[in-house]
Structure formats: structure tokens, C-alpha cells
């Protein structure tokens, strides 16, 4: 297996292929009856791109936009293109929707979420049904077949040997550049990109809620004093990270492939693994809204513990008011 350091090397070579591809596959790209957003970065997995455009999602819906999220959707093949589910309906037929298009469900009720790698196609062919006042493409700096009116890149500059999907340079286009990092102290932006502004923001979590229970409404339970973490997402360092700075000690973090599928065999293994690291049984675990759409609700069972699921969201220190402002004039 290619280690990450020596693809870390190699994928400038993806950085130019983009550079060299972008203005020819850009071509005849689409241009949507309204305007489109994108939340995209420069780099491969773990940016934060989710939580960014959740949060232009329901701020455009406040305002009455009508916003759609278009993403590509990895991970289990979506049962439908389009999704807008209650909280209710996800809890049963929409558990085969891919993790972030949930994530984005549960989110913002109401707006509807496209799924699928040619997202130009799939909007235009549902276009009547969901009557999208506001596109916002989740991870979509390198979908070259729809026109964007306006790029917002998200950026990690704590992220050691990152994979390199376009060269850092493209930051300096962008009109909004987030450095999102896992606490205040991270999210620091070298004094050599500081030319122009930057959004500074850092996860904040307002607590924990029960695995079963996150296709209900409720108020968040605090974190606990210590705990267990497991996950399967980009960037697996920042969620503990996060966790240990709202003052829960994490014992030991269990990190799992992005995206990865919580079937029998694999909760069985997660389960040996925390009793190994909590022989008394009595830490729970923790985990991500992305890997707990694809928990069954027995699975607190089959782990001999319960669950919680991290209630994330943005914290900003900076700029805040520059990401709100690519919303206006729309």
C-alpha cells in the first residue's frame, strides 16, 4: 500500500492535470437558471467542505432562497437522486443514502439534496421537483461542467504532507477563503497568505446526543469527562482534536477508512476493540453525525455500549461576515 507521505509527494502531478484539464473541460459547462455556489479546496479529504456548505444552506434558506445541496455522493449507492426527507422519513428508507448527503438532510429539513457524479444532468433532470432557488455544490472546485458565480475554498494549513487536488495558488482567485481548523489555535493562516482576507473558523461542539436518537429533535447532552472515539472521515486527527479541546479526554481513538460501512462484521471488531481499551465497560464511545447516519439503532448493542454522536457546527474568530456576504446579491 502507497503510504500517505509518498503520495503527498506524487500528487502535484494531480494538481497539474486539474490546472491543465480546468479550461478545456470547462467548456460548455452549464449555466443554471440560478445562481450556484460552490464550497470546495485544494486539497484531497477531511477540509471541512460539509460543514461549510450546511452552514450556507441554512442561512440561504433563512433568507428564503430556496438553496439545493449537489453533491457526489460517495460511499453506498444512493437509493434516490434527489433526497428531502423529514427527520422521521431518514430514520427509515433514506438510511441508504450516502453519509453526507444525510448529513446535509438532517441538517437543514427542507432542503433538498441532489446525489450523483453528473450533477448538472441530475439537477436539470428533477428541476420542476425541486425548484432550486440557490445551487450550493458541496465539494465542487473541481466539477468542471456547471458555471459557478462564486467559489468559496476551505483550507487547512495545520494538515501535514495534505494531497494536493489543485496548486495552492488557486486560493488567491477564490472569493472567500476559509482556513478551517480543529481548534482557534489551528486555524491560523500563514503571514504569507495573509495578503488577502481570510474567514477563521474552528469546530465547536455543543455537546452529544445518543446514536439513536439523531433523527429526532432535542437539545444536546454535554460531553462527557472521557471517552472512546471512533470515526471514518478525512481527517481523523481534527476530530479528536476538537473533542480533547471542549474538555473531553479521549482514551483511545480508533480511526477507520472515510466513508467505511458499519456491517455486522465491522461493529463486532469495534466492539473487541473497546473493550480491550475499557475492560470496565464503562466509557462510552463517541463518533461523527457522518458515521452515525450509518449506525443501526441496535448497534449500541452489538458494541456493549452506548453511543454518541458529536453535535459539530462552526465557530468563527474572524471574517465571519465575509462568508455570510456570498449570499448577497444573488
Not at 12 to 28: E, H, Q
Not at 51 to 57: C, I, S, T
Not at 252 to 269: C, F, I, N, Q, T
Request: hydrophobic content about 45%.
Amino acid at each position: 500500500m502507497i503510504s500517505n507521505v509518498l503520495l503527498s509527494r506524487l500528487s502535484p502531478l494531480w494538481a497539474l492535470v486539474n490546472g491543465v484539464a480546468r479550461p478545456f473541460l470547462s467548456r460548455g459547462a452549464w449555466r443554471a437558471p440560478c445562481p450556484v455556489i460552490s464550497v470546495g479546496n485544494i486539497v484531497a479529504g477531511g477540509a471541512g467542505k460539509t460543514e461549510v456548505a450546511a452552514w450556507l444552506a441554512a442561512r440561504a434558506q433563512a433568507r428564503g432562497l430556496r438553496p439545493v445541496v449537489a453533491l457526489r455522493g460517495y460511499g453506498r449507492p444512493a437509493l434516490s437522486q434527489v433526497g428531502a426527507w423529514s427527520d422521521s422519513a431518514l430514520a427509515g428508507r433514506g438510511r441508504n443514502f450516502p453519509d453526507e448527503a444525510l448529513v446535509h438532510l438532517l441538517r437543514n429539513p427542507g432542503v433538498p439534496v441532489v446525489v450523483g457524479a453528473k450533477r448538472a444532468e441530475i439537477l436539470q433532470r428533477f428541476w420542476n421537483d425541486i425548484n432550486p432557488g440557490l445551487i450550493i455544490l458541496d465539494d465542487g472546485f473541481q466539477h468542471f461542467a456547471m458555471i459557478r458565480d462564486r467559489d468559496v475554498l476551505v483550507h487547512d494549513f495545520s494538515v501535514k504532507d495534505p494531497l494536493w487536488r489543485d496548486f495552492p495558488g488557486m486560493l488567491e482567485g477564490a472569493d472567500v477563503r476559509l482556513c478551517l481548523g480543529a481548534t482557534e489555535g489551528a486555524a491560523k493562516v500563514p503571514a504569507k497568505w495573509g495578503a488577502k482576507p481570510w474567514v477563521r473558523a474552528s469546530y465547536g461542539l455543543a455537546g452529544v446526543r445518543p446514536s439513536e436518537a439523531i433523527w429526532r429533535a432535542g437539545a444536546p447532552q454535554p460531553l462527557p469527562g472521557e471517552a472512546l472515539l471512533f470515526c471514518g472521515v478525512g481527517n481523523p486527527a481534527r476530530v479528536k482534536a476538537s473533542v480533547e479541546a471542549a474538555g473531553c479526554s479521549v482514551r483511545a481513538m480508533r480511526p477507520l477508512a472515510d466513508h467505511v460501512e458499519y456491517d455486522g462484521s465491522a461493529l463486532k471488531e469495534l466492539g473487541r476493540w473497546a473493550q480491550e481499551q475499557d475492560p470496565s465497560g464503562k466509557l462510552a464511545l463517541l463518533t461523527t453525525l457522518k458515521d452515525a447516519v450509518k449506525l443501526q439503532d441496535d448497534a449500541a448493542a452489538t458494541l456493549g455500549r452506548p453511543v454518541f454522536v458529536l453535535d459539530a457546527g462552526l465557530t468563527f474568530h474572524e471574517n465571519e461576515a465575509l462568508l455570510g456576504a456570498v449570499l448577497e446579491g444573488l
